[in-house]
């Protein structure tokens, strides 16, 4: 990859897209039929440098833009692979870079964006919290020049294969004059020096290949130069990172639309029943149309949100509804795409399921649609608070 912080989207899809022609969609299908990680393909993305884009050429990455690194998961997606094995890299290191400090960021992003660290675990979400992140029970206490941390995580997806875990902990009680997102920590967590009785890591089975984990902690030690920024403001931090994580998901998602139509539409065009195409039924070519123009709105609203991210303006409600827009965009276009192939579209050969089980995560994570939904009456229309 160029190091031009100048390159343009036509070079990122071209480069991108000849890296994902190695992986073939029979290479997809092995990985996911015995869950394992895709470790060959994370590691083709992190030596043509794209995992990095993110990390400012300072610190030895690509110094991109959001528009810039969403193009790069899109393109993934759109060619039936799947960055879920590695996207969340890119959003985690935003903490550390916006919040670590100086010592910090030279300790880590040049390790992270040569590949020689992998950032790829995020402990925010608890089994007893749900959604509501400030209820959380892991806690941090300080003791001495470290700090001791018990609780337990769920849904930590790519733990096994991370060497660092971005850990969210409670330090504090909340308190009453600052509210229940007070008195949160976020920690850099180094997976490779924590013994197993301190952290055990135990994979979920889950409906698609996405390497997601509980994780049970206790007594474990983390060093107090590990916390990333100010103490008990650690809530902030995530949802400093929330926009930018919304934007690229959204490029996920647009990368599965497109994928589908583009399946649909060959298999439209090819597969003849009563002696004639089924795309010329418009039964079976209106749905599809439908799915296009609903990815390219929903195209748009990303590509506004970035733009608006990558100029230093508010992206809030736009990275929201371009998150909401393209997930269920995706899924339109998933459900078109198996009516399209029919039988077909069941039988594993062809990727329709295997994507289709893929693309649904996005409207349950990272983030709900039901809780973009209520970001979006209560933050931007002034509907009253449901919570
Ligand atoms: C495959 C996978 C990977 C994940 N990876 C990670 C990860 O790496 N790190 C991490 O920290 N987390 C991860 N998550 C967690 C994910 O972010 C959460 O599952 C998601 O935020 C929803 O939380 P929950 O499952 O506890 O749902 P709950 O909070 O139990 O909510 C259940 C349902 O109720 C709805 N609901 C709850 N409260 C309200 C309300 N007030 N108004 C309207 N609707 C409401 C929700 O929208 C949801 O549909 C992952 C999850 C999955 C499934």
Known sequence: MSEDAAVSEQEIRAGVRALCERFSDEYWRDVDRRSAYPREFVEALTAAGWLGALIPERYGGAGLAISQAAVILEEIQRAGANAAACHAQMYIMGTLLRHGSEEQKQQWLPEIASGRVRLQAFGVTEPDAGLDTTRIRTRARRQGDHYVISGQKIWTSRALYSDLMLLLARTSEPEESRGRWHGLSTFIVDLRQVPEEQLRIVPIETMMNHNTTEVFIDGLLVPAQNRVGEEGMGFRYILDGMNAERILIAAECVGDGRWFIERAVAHARERVVFGRPIGSNQGVAFPIAWAHARIEAADLMRRRAASLYDSGHSAAAEANMAKLLAADASWQAANVCLDTYGGAGFAREYDIERKF????????????????????AQNVLGLPRSY
């Open 357 to 376: 089980r893929e693309t649904r995560l996005y409207q349950v994570a990272p983030v709900s649609t039901n809780m973009v939904l209520a970001f979006l």
